[in-house]
């Protein structure tokens, strides 16, 4: 922790009232409000004044809800693409790279932009906190947190499906901070999610919160923040792919700051986030003209799990329908939801590690073949400055460079576990 870091000032807005609150703690929702809604970091910085790169991600701090710095982190890196861009004949195409490419200067060792989250709420705990942080993923949200809490001696509970556990990869044994739990072979994302939520409601655990976190959202908002200041005005386009959307609020909200600094445009992105298919339920609600996300049957979600690539794409509950949620954020800046399959993203991934120069995940696939479709189409103008955010890549550079070590399972439980099997299990397991 930084002797001279000073906690940001902030207060909390609901979205449903627009009512001003202070942050009184680890609040997720408005005071004394019922109807469902997010609530928005407001900052007493109005203009955003970078600190210098080595504060790594918290060079963003006067936009982030911290109360402390950390040691170990990494900033987005933003940079104009040549390869991709002639291979696409895009005149203004830039690539902001959430991972580990030392060329580039990006250094996030687990490779993916969740330490942006992970740094950014666990910089919002205060180091009195002793209660356990409890983190749900489907992987890289996973990695990201364990090895921010092991460093920075924080403990945590990772609620993750058995089937995905081979993601948990590190270059070094962790501290036994970080503790793993998983749910039964076959199961997936949403019964991670079912096991967390029965976590907190043990005594000593705390739910993280996912997308009702302003740090979370705040955190995954420096991708835009790193763009924006590298480009030096707001984009035309800016493509993501996503499970929750989570990361594409927090790109509208960092927008919106953005727009009340003054110095970058006046303009709002338009949102073109994109899922793998066949697993579409926020492209299907979308295309419907839907707020409310539309029946999805547990066992074919489960079935089309299986059958994606990018598996951290497979949120059955994403923070849509929410008040100041993903369907606000696509509506307010007449975005679209893509689709993509899995041939077309392994293409887009072999396209992208020859034109740029580095792998990229499942996921930053998904992003880079919606790009290309929309190329295609002419849904994208060839001179509109574009935006497309790789939200994890050079991981296939970092194993070859690193040895590796895989988190073992700490408990193990039902694909749906009851509320008594989560508190007697976690009431034998010591800290």
Request: net charge negative; hydrophobic share 40%; proline share 4%.
């Amino acid at each position: 922790m930084s002797e001279k870091f000073s906690p940001t000032r902030y207060q909390l807005k609901s979205l449903a009232t627009g009512a001003l609150f202070e942050d009184t703690g680890w609040m997720l929702d408005a005071p004394g409000e019922t109807q469902p809604a997010l609530i928005r970091a407001m900052y007493e910085h109005r203009q955003l004044h970078l600190k210098g790169n080595e504060q790594g991600f918290y060079r963003f701090a006067d936009w982030l809800p911290l109360n402390r710095t950390l040691e170990g982190s990494s900033a987005p890196v933003t940079y104009k693409s040549k390869g991709l861009a002639n291979a696409l004949g895009l005149r203004n195409l830039w690539i902001t790279f959430s991972g580990y490419w030392p060329e580039r200067g990006a250094a996030m060792t687990t490779c993916s932009f969740k330490e942006t989250e992970a740094y950014s709420v666990c910089g919002r705990m205060t180091g009195s906190n002793n209660q356990v942080l409890v983190v749900a993923s489907a992987g890289n949200t996973a990695r990201a947190f364990a090895k921010v809490c092991s460093d920075n001696y924080i403990p945590l509970l990772l609620c993750v499906p058995h089937d995905y556990i081979n993601a948990l990869w590190f270059d070094k044994p962790l501290n036994d901070c970080v503790r793993l739990a998983v749910t039964d072979f076959g199961s997936d994302y949403f019964d991670a999610i079912h096991l967390s939520n029965l976590a907190t409601q043990c005594e000593g655990y705390l739910a993280e919160g996912g997308a009702k976190n302003v740090a979370r959202r705040d955190g995954m908002g420096t991708t835009t923040l790193s763009a924006v200041t590298e480009i030096g005005r707001i984009p035309d386009y800016y493509f993501q792919a996503v499970g929750s959307g989570t990361g594409a609020i927090a790109a509208w909200e960092a927008n919106l700051r953005l727009l009340e600094d003054g110095r970058f445009g006046s303009n709002k992105m338009k949102l073109m986030v994109s899922q793998n298919a066949p697993f579409l339920p926020i492209y299907d609600a979308w295309k419907a003209g839907s707020r409310a996300m539309l029946p999805y049957d547990d066992d074919l979600a489960r079935e089309h799990v299986t059958e994606i690539d990018a598996k951290v794409l497979s949120n059955r509950k994403p923070p849509y329908p929410i008040i100041g949620g993903l369907y606000d954020a696509l509506s307010d800046t007449g975005g679209d939801v893509l689709k993509a399959t899995n041939r077309e993203a392994r293409s887009a991934k072999a396209l992208f590690s020859d034109t740029e120069g580095i792998d990229i995940y499942a996921a930053s696939a998904i992003a880079t073949a919606s790009l290309i479709n929309a190329v295609n189409t002419g849904s994208v103008e060839k001179d509109a400055l574009i935006m497309l955010n790789i939200t994890g890549g050079g991981e296939e550079l970092f194993k070859k460079e690193h040895s590796l070590f895989y988190l073992e399972p700490h408990l193990k439980f039902s694909v749906t576990p009851s509320a008594e099997e989560v508190k007697q299990k976690l009431g034998n397991l010591h800290w």
